[in-house]
């Protein structure tokens, strides 16, 4: 099965493309600082690892992706550097942070601060409230749309720079980004604007985009599972049958647990049908009468 993978691609010169194994040494300039740029921004260095070369970098980078370990700038190491894909770190920045970045508590608030133009307004808020409920559907959180104040996510489509230092780069590049909690912009999610967004099989389907994206805003890392929705690049996949992979679902639980639900039944007599239910949900509770 194929999920999305969200983050950012990096648009390579249209040189001719050939494995750099053929071509004599040193690389090219222009070689040298595309595989840096995308290097730099989805496997930054770490500080132990100053001294890395440009070749075990690549490395580090075709392991990730389960690619031919060869070091070298070849087809296939070029081919997945040009998928359009998500915006954050594959070696996560996260790893820096003190602790696991999640959040302290189970009730969140989203707001959405701008639109897209390219679907009506009920239909992205519809792709962002199924969006959430990927994650909500086998946790404890518990998301509510607010329209005034600070929300605990933010949500916003934007172009270019657009003031958190993570600028994007147009359309079919950088799809979209999203912050963990914890830090500045915590939880927030960016869409790029450039892009062309749908909620069918065509352009990029928002549902599934946002679904990784909410990911990130709830403290998960990229995974190199190509089956798992934080696997880094988009691919489609049914929005209708889609059911959170077996991996992300492992991963959250382990920040957040499981959703338990305990139905409650108010017990009477011998046939005669209960009149009332209690239905729990998490540390949640609601009451259905029969009627």
């Known amino acids: 099965m194929h999920y999305l993978l969200l983050c950012a691609l990096i648009f390579l010169p249209e ?12 690389w090219s300039t222009i070689d040298l600082e595309k595989v840096k740029v995308y290097l730099d921004k989805f496997f930054p260095i770490l500080s132990k690892t100053q001294n890395m070369s440009i070749e075990e970098r690549i490395k580090e980078m075709q392991k990730f992706f389960h690619l031919t370990v060869t070091g070298k700038l070849d087809k296939e190491t070029e081919g ?15 790893q820096t942070f003190p602790g696991t970045p999640r959040w302290k508590k189970t009730h969140l608030t989203y707001k959405i601060l701008s639109y897209t133009q390219d679907l009506p307004r009920r239909k992205v808020e519809d792709a962002i409230r199924r969006a959430l409920m990927v994650w909500s559907d086998v946790t404890p959180l518990q998301f509510r749309k607010v329209d005034t104040g600070r929300a605990d996510i933010e949500i916003r489509f934007a172009r270019r720079e657009h003031g958190d230092g993570s600028p994007f780069d147009g359309r079919g590049r950088t799809l979209a980004h999203a912050f963990p909690p914890g830090k ?30 909410f990911g990130h805003s709830l403290g998960l890392t990229h995974s190199n599972d190509p089956g798992a929705l934080m696997y880094p690049y988009y691919s489609y996949q049914n929005p209708q049958t889609f059911k959170l992979p077996a991996e992300d679902k492992q991963r959250i ?23 009332l239910s209690l239905i729990a949900r998490g540390s949640s509770c609601y009451q259905k009468e029969r009627k």
């Open 253 to 275: 639980q382990k920040l957040y647990g499981k959703l338990m639900i305990n139905l409650i039944f108010k017990i009477k007599p011998s046939g005669v049908q209960p009149s």
């Open 15 to 26: 040189t001719p493309a050939f494995p750099l194994q053929q071509r004599p040494q040193p």
């Open 184 to 213: 500045r912009n915590r939880g927030d999610a960016h869409f790029d604007d450039d892009e062309k967004w749908s909620d069918v099989n065509q352009d990029i389907n928002l549902f599934l985009v946002a679904a990784h994206e």
């Open 80 to 94: 997945i550097m040009t998928m359009p894909r998500c915006g954050m770190p594959d070696v996560a920045e996260y």
